[in-house]
């Protein structure tokens, strides 16, 4: 099986999005990366169209147009961001021809920037809900955690950050990122190091739970 077959299997035009950073609501509606859309008006499933400046295509389509690359390369990237395994992929560390990383234009680079910026965004004020569930006192006599007031502090504010994102003009757009995209690259490592600490709670708790082995 090809690249281009292999990856239309296996991949979806909604999972291609979220994972590339654009969000999609539960009816499978997303603002169309590719006209200035005000309003969700891009279904994206196993395919994708839109109803605003009528683009559609698949899975493959949809990234080439993204990335602004050949459908070649977006199937290639696909298949490399999804783990898809095709006829004549080499194994790792068998590419003797290193490629050139390919050039990009000023449009790319800010669509990627604001891809990563939404991404991260979105990643935080999960993270908030989270706290501001979880850590919310259970008596009126119980202080405040300090993830419960940053969830607090900080949740109106992601998600004025986010509506900039997905509904204003690129103007405002660019001027958030360049406000804002060193604070997202800091939060991106401290929400990274507080999985990983979440993950060696886990795995303490799970040891101390484990019985011995009797011997």
Request: one cysteine or more; glycine letters at 4%.
């Amino acid at each position: 099986m090809n690249v281009f077959e292999a990856v239309k299997q296996s991949v979806t035009t909604r999972q291609a999005a979220e994972r590339y950073g654009i969000r999609v609501g539960r009816n499978g509606m997303c603002v169309c990366p590719f006209h200035e859309d005000k309003n969700p008006s891009m279904k994206v499933d196993r395919r994708f169209h839109c109803f605003g400046c009528q683009a559609d295509g698949d899975v493959i389509d949809f990234v080439s147009r993204l990335e602004n690359v050949s459908p070649k390369k977006a199937a290639l990237m696909l298949a490399k961001d999804f783990s898809i395994p095709y006829e004549g992929r080499e194994p790792p560390g068998r590419n003797h021809h290193r490629r050139q990383p390919r050039q990009e234009s000023p449009e790319q680079q800010f669509r990627r920037m604001e891809r990563y910026c939404f991404r991260v965004l979105s990643d935080y004020h999960n993270l908030l809900r989270r706290w501001k569930r979880d850590y919310a006192p259970k008596t009126p006599d119980e202080d405040f955690h300090p993830l419960f007031v940053e969830a607090l502090q900080r949740m109106s504010h992601v998600e004025y950050l986010l509506d900039v994102l997905l509904f204003s003009d690129m103007e405002e757009r660019a001027a958030l990122i360049a406000s804002y995209g060193k604070e997202v690259r800091s939060l991106e490592r401290r929400m990274a190091d507080i999985a990983a600490r979440d993950t060696a709670g886990r795995d303490r708790h799970h040891r101390s739970r484990t019985p011995a082995p009797e011997r």
